[in-house]
């Protein structure tokens, strides 16, 4: 057994908290003191069943008050929207706090928010880290640790492509815009959309900050594609001549020049009008400057029922698990990957169990 045990709770059981779940009772650094959801019939539920493992002794929560009263080093924050006030409360009461819901960065746009977020943490002596797979690694982490390798850098270019058809939140699914009307979908876009530029805004300025330099300007370029035919997806129907793939392209320019550009393309189908070419699921990242690499990651193996998005679901989440021994361990203060030590993670290597209960497929969806 390892010399310290984390006491965790999970907030929010969609399909990040889930894999939390999951990992927090098998793992044995970490031990599941309470699980809060927002849904009121899963009050009450074990967090097992929540997360499709057997039960383990956690009955779900949507008192944030009883929450706070077990007292969990570490609170894995993972709602599809974050609420600052919540949050906050959590800081407040010496509670850390992990999230892939964003927070990666300030910037002049989000400075508000880390303001708050930093004196609740010094009210309570706590630290919260925002992450993710992206952003949180493969727009920025990656690319400042590969920057290592150059004499000099021309430009970052970071590609995400994934496939949604598999994703099992219907809420994500209308957050995000698809199955709307296409002309009102780039005219008035999403919610979550907007949010996604204050986010991807944070981690290209933690790129151009970490290699010296300082935003002029963001832009942002948005584009959809529709479905040829009525797509049946996991999260729902995405009628003919509707929404059923988007394109982005945020750039942070530094002296006139496109210096960091994430290209992002979500889909959900491969026949879509027009077509952009989309690939595989995977991130690639391009550094061009002396010498220029190219650094690509995917899942080595195939998903065994099909649904290769749940992979990313899992970086998603084991990219804000693993830093929680850091983040606990570290003075108070809200902390980016700038002021973390290198992650070591814990409790990895260690035999899979039989009731593990991953990967999990295309099951009924759960919803958040």
């Given at each position: 057994m390892p010399?310290?045990?984390?006491?965790?709770?999970?907030?929010?059981?969609?399909?990040?908290?889930?894999?939390?779940?999951?990992?927090f009772v098998d793992n044995p650094v970490y031990e599941l003191v309470a699980v809060h959801v927002t849904n009121p019939d899963k009050v009450g539920t074990d967090a097992?069943?929540?997360?499709?493992?057997?039960?383990?002794?956690?009955?779900?929560?949507?008192?944030?008050?009883?929450?706070?009263?077990?007292?969990?080093?570490?609170?894995?924050?993972?709602?599809?929207?974050?609420?600052?006030?919540?949050?906050?409360?959590?800081?407040?009461?010496?509670?850390?706090?992990?999230?892939?819901v964003g927070f990666v960065y300030p910037t002049p746009n989000s400075r508000a928010d880390f303001d708050r977020l930093g004196d609740a943490c010094e009210a309570g002596g706590a630290s919260f880290h925002g992450t993710g797979i992206h952003?949180?690694?493969?727009?920025?982490?990656?690319?400042?640790?590969?920057s290592r390798l150059f004499t000099r850098?021309?430009?970052?270019?970071?590609?995400?492509?994934?496939?949604?058809?598999?994703?099992?939140?219907?809420?994500?699914?209308?957050?995000?815009?698809?199955?709307?009307?296409?002309?009102e979908a780039v005219e008035d876009p999403a919610p979550l959309i907007t949010t996604m530029d204050s986010i991807f805004e944070q981690s290209m300025t933690m790129v151009v900050e970490g290699l010296g330099w300082t935003v002029d300007r963001f832009t942002t370029d948005f584009d959809v594609a529709t479905a040829k035919r009525d797509l049946h997806v996991r999260s729902g129907t995405i009628p003919a001549g509707t929404v059923a793939g988007e394109r982005f392209v945020w750039?942070?320019?530094?002296?006139?020049?496109?210096?960091?550009?994430?290209?992002?393309?979500?889909?959900?189908?491969?026949?879509?009008e027009p077509d952009w070419g989309y690939g595989s699921i995977k991130y690639s990242c391009v550094i061009e400057g002396d010498p220029s690499i190219e650094v690509n990651f995917e899942s080595a193996h195939e998903h065994p029922d099909g649904d290769e998005g749940y992979w990313g679901r899992v970086w998603t989440a084991m990219n804000?698990?693993?830093?929680?021994?850091?983040?606990?361990?570290?003075?108070?203060?809200?902390?980016?990957?700038?002021?973390?030590?290198?992650?070591?993670?814990?409790?990895l290597v260690r035999p899979r169990t039989a009731d593990f209960g991953e990967p999990v497929g295309l099951g009924d969806p759960v919803g958040a």
């Open positions: 010399e310290t045990t984390y006491r965790v709770a999970q907030w929010a059981t969609g399909s990040i908290g889930q894999i939390g779940i999951r990992h097992g069943e929540l997360a499709g493992v057997p039960p383990v002794g956690v009955a779900a929560t949507s008192d944030i008050d009883q929450l706070i009263a077990l007292r969990p080093d570490c609170v894995h924050y993972a709602p599809l929207h974050a609420d600052v006030d919540d949050l906050c409360r959590l800081l407040e009461a010496g509670i850390n706090v992990v999230t892939p952003p949180g690694f493969s727009g920025d982490l990656l690319p400042l640790v590969f850098i021309d430009q970052v270019q970071v590609r995400e492509t994934a496939d949604l058809s598999t994703h099992p939140s219907k809420a994500m699914q209308d957050a995000l815009g698809f199955a709307r009307d296409p002309v750039t942070a320019w530094v002296d006139d020049e496109p210096l960091v550009v994430f290209r992002t393309f979500w889909k959900m189908d491969d026949d879509l804000t698990i693993n830093p929680i021994p850091a983040v606990c361990d570290a003075a108070p203060g809200v902390l980016t990957h700038l002021d973390l030590p290198l992650v070591r993670p814990r409790g």
